[in-house]
């Protein structure tokens, strides 16, 4: 039952231009919403976060926005960088769960 | 401030054999989060230890177990492996129970 899913397996954007990273959910019951970069041979990073109660949040070059009515999220990247290049994963919780649910995630390549 | 880790770094084992894994917390996190990641997929929640006592279990059999212990480091204990446990296995820790995870590198299991 996957309930968080990213249906864009790869995504490829030149160094400088905006990468976009969409993440759909299906469980309403969802309120933290968590975005993590993962590079081979290392664990994922945490990058994001927002809140349900938000629907945009920005820190640095990352932003996040949430539109819950769609069950919908997504990750900017401005400008992307070739350090960007890594699989990036879409993770959602339930109020009071640890638990998170991952999606299958999208690899980001940056090209020069 | 150290992060976490996890050991060993890969492990081979054969069918029907048992296996620990072994997560160190972040300094002052008390919550700690078991994956398994298999190949192309997300993460999937294992569970969720906090305080030394279980909080939240996935979809995984009881063959899977695990602790906590005091200075809240863990183990995760997979008895009778199959072929399909093969997977990097991701330890998360938190400062509590729905803060954010950081994760570590993963232990790499492979079961012939």
Known sequence: DQQVKQNSPSLSVQEGRISILNCDYTNSMFDYFLWYKKYPAEGPTFLISISSIKDKNEDGRFTVFLNKSAKHLSLHIVPSQPGDSAVYFCAARKKG????????????VVTP | ETGVTQSPTHLIKTRGQQVTLRCSSQSGHNTVSWYQQALGQGPQFIFQYYREEENG????????????????????????????????????????????QYFGPGTRLTVL
């Open chain 1, 97 to 108: 769960w640890g638990k998170l649910q991952f999606g299958a995630g999208t690899q980001v």
């Open chain 2, 57 to 100: 279990r996935g979809n995984f059999p009881p063959r899977f177990s695990g602790l906590q212990f005091p200075n809240y480091s863990s183990e995760l204990n997979v008895n009778a492996l199959e072929l399909d446990d093969s997977a990097l296995y991701l330890c998360a820790s938190s400062a509590d129970r729905v803060d954010t």
